[in-house]
């Protein structure tokens, strides 16, 4: 079996992927198209036309020099990068051919990834351009680049008629750790070209804001991806319309990607539930930065979250007396989407959930029972929407479907990372986290015709427009009052 290496890369000089906020100085220059219908400006998107890149390393280990190249050559490019004002979105795929050399041996192979998408934030200074994010991903075979993990600075120009813009880079750099050396040296260039329909699609138009909730789900603290987001939704209305008000919705509940304008960004701490015979149960919420890493209740049970580079790995449930109950073990894509995770029952219990990713924007969910080795016996089979990572729609074989509707404020979890993919896990199994960006206010579930109401909230709101208590009916029905306290 080949060992890879999955990289992030900015232009074509090869990079982890860096989501981390910066400060940005506002675009500089190209804004006059005199008269061309393309116009010379970075804003609008970008069909990839060419890229290719040479990264030489020289490394000295306890004395012992070891030197490697790896030469990238692009072709067949169907990928798009798109400017906003001081934001960027890419999707789409490309292939490109590999010949790496280590001390002289050469491997060659050829790759194709599809359904790459990257965001990020980037500023201008005259012809030089520094992203925070990145516009590609490389995989290739034993090679390791990680020490070129930072912020990117490139040369661009665009060429005098606005319709094809060139990215160079030269450098050369030197890291050292462990007692060995590393100097690389990257050569680097891609060729894009401007589409001629960037204001006109409604496709195009979707496709990128699409790009943008994607990377804005994944670190939905990050006010410039936040803004990124709500600029591509705006032109998607301006595009294609809204008639519904749907996509002005979830405009309305990024407000200003602040805090409702507070620019106060609220953690849950505890939820505690009054029920109608006066008893009472708190909820607590522990965190490391925006990870929520324990959610621990009053009668002594426990769940625990487990990240492996900000990505949620593991959910363990543990009982009242310190025991494992169940336990979740997660899978993603190439784009950090979930695609399965596996429910581990004691003694000896699976639940397989796989999740395939529509081009109609739904995700479809196939349950598999069977035991912790294997779980091959299908028992569930649906189809939900999404949208401010939370669930907006469900369709079963059965003909069983429930339908999700929101407020317009700041959601009790709206501040968490990896929601989507705790929504997700949660729509099947078990109760961590029920809701996103917003707060849920109803469920209807219809089925043969006949509707219910299965779920309802009432809620009162802080300064902030966080809900600081809810009426809770459950089947028509009083359940709870649920006040909520924040950190």
Not at 195 to 210: D, G, I, L, R
Request: with cysteine.
């Amino acid at each position: 079996m080949k060992k890879h290496s999955k990289i992030s890369v900015l232009f074509v000089s090869l990079f982890f992927l860096i989501m981390s906020s910066c400060e940005n100085e506002p675009l500089v220059g190209f804004d006059s198209n005199d008269g061309n219908p393309f116009t010379n400006s970075l804003i609008g998107t970008w069909a990839l036309s060419d890229f290719d890149v040479t990264v030489n390393n020289t490394s000295d280990v306890g004395g012992m020099s070891i030197e490697s190249n790896v030469e990238i050559d692009g072709f067949n490019p169907n990928y798009n990068l798109t400017f906003a004002t001081n934001t960027f979105t890419t999707n789409g795929s490309y292939s490109y051919n590999t010949i790496v050399t280590v001390n002289g041996q050469a491997t060659t192979d050829s790759y194709t990834l599809d359904n790459v998408t990257g965001a990020g934030v980037y500023s201008t200074n005259g012809n030089e351009m520094t992203v925070d994010g990145s516009f590609f991903e490389f995989t290739f075979q034993g090679m390791d680049l990680s020490e070129l993990g930072g912020e990117q600075t490139v040369n661009f120009a665009i060429s005098a008629d606005g319709q094809t813009l060139t990215f160079t880079q030269n450098t050369t750099e030197t890291n050292s750790s462990g007692g060995s050396t590393t100097t690389s040296i990257v050569n680097a260039t891609s060729v894009w070209t401007k589409t001629n329909n960037t204001n006109n699609s409604c496709n195009v138009a979707s496709n990128f804001a699409s790009s943008a909730e994607t990377a804005y789900n994944n670190d939905t603290t990050n006010a410039d991806l936040c803004d990124a987001y709500r600029a591509a939704l705006q032109n998607q209305i301006n595009v294609c319309g809204d008639s519904t008000g749907e996509i002005q919705a979830i405009i309305d509940g990024l407000d200003d990607c602040n805090g409702t304008g507070s620019g106060n960004l609220l953690f849950l701490k505890n939820k505690i539930f009054t029920y109608a015979d006066g008893s009472m149960e708190t909820e607590t919420y522990n965190y490391d930065g925006n990870k929520l890493i324990s959610i621990t209740y009053s009668d002594g049970s426990a769940t625990n979250f487990t990240y492996d580079n900000d990505i949620l790995t593991r959910i363990d449930n543990y009982n009242d007396l310190g025991g494992l109950g169940d336990y979740v073990i997660t899978e993603y894509n190439s784009s950090n989407e979930l695609i399965s995770y596996t429910v581990y029952i004691t003694p000896n219990e699976g639940l397989r959930f796989d999740l395939t990713y529509n081009s109609d924007d739904t995700i479809n969910i196939k349950e598999y029972s069977g035991d912790h080795d294997s779980q091959t016996t299908l028992i569930e089979d649906e189809t939900i929407s999404m949208q401010n990572n939370q669930i907006t729609f469900e369709d079963d074989v059965d003909g069983l479907e429930a339908t999700y509707s929101y407020d317009n404020k700041n959601g009790i979890y709206k501040n968490i990372s990896n929601l989507k993919t705790l929504n997700l896990i949660n729509i099947d199994f078990s109760g961590y986290i029920d809701g996103g960006n917003n707060n849920l206010l109803e469920l209807l579930e219809t089925e043969n015709g006949v509707s219910n109401i299965h779920e309802e909230h009432t809620y009162t709101y802080n300064s902030d427009n966080y809900p600081v208590t809810s009426t809770y009916n459950f089947d028509g029905a009083f359940d709870s009052t649920i006040e909520f306290i924040y950190y």
